[in-house]
């Protein structure tokens, strides 16, 4: 069985940072890419920060310049920072795999359960 599973967010002030892990648990073969969205109450999810499979980078333009995946990731860890945190990047945050190959299993997305990022004073 293929799960995602975040941590690392919580209460932090403007202009602070977190750091979310994203697990990857299963007997994974290969992922197409791998990312970081979010949803804010009443808004749509969005997608903040992507990574293929070679390592080409996406960002969403309202967190470019302070939010970044680090190169760091491991073959079953993905993981989001974030600095000079804004009120109003709070929301819940997902991993997100693309193109997910398990065995004789194909996922086109799977997702993590979130984590929720408060920035508030």
């Known amino acids: 069985q293929v799960q995602l599973v975040e941590s690392g967010g919580g209460l932090v002030q403007p202009g602070g940072s977190l750091r979310l892990s994203c697990v990857v648990s299963?007997?994974?073969?290969?992922?197409?890419?791998m990312g970081w969205y979010r949803q804010a109450p009443g808004k749509q999810r969005e997608l903040v920060a992507r990574?293929?499979?070679?390592?080409?980078?996406d960002y969403a333009d309202a967190v470019k310049g302070r939010f970044a995946i680090p190169t760091d990731n491991t073959n079953d860890t993905i993981y989001l920072q974030m600095n000079s945190l804004k009120p109003e990047d709070s929301a819940v945050y997902y991993c997100?795999?693309?193109?997910?190959?398990?065995?004789?299993?194909?996922?086109?997305?799977?997702w993590g359960q979130g984590t929720q990022v408060t920035v508030s004073s």
């Open positions: 990574i293929t499979r070679d390592g080409t980078t």
């Open positions: 997100n795999a693309e193109g997910l190959l398990s065995g004789a299993y194909y996922w086109p997305n799977v």
């Open positions: 299963g007997k994974i073969f290969s992922i197409n890419a």
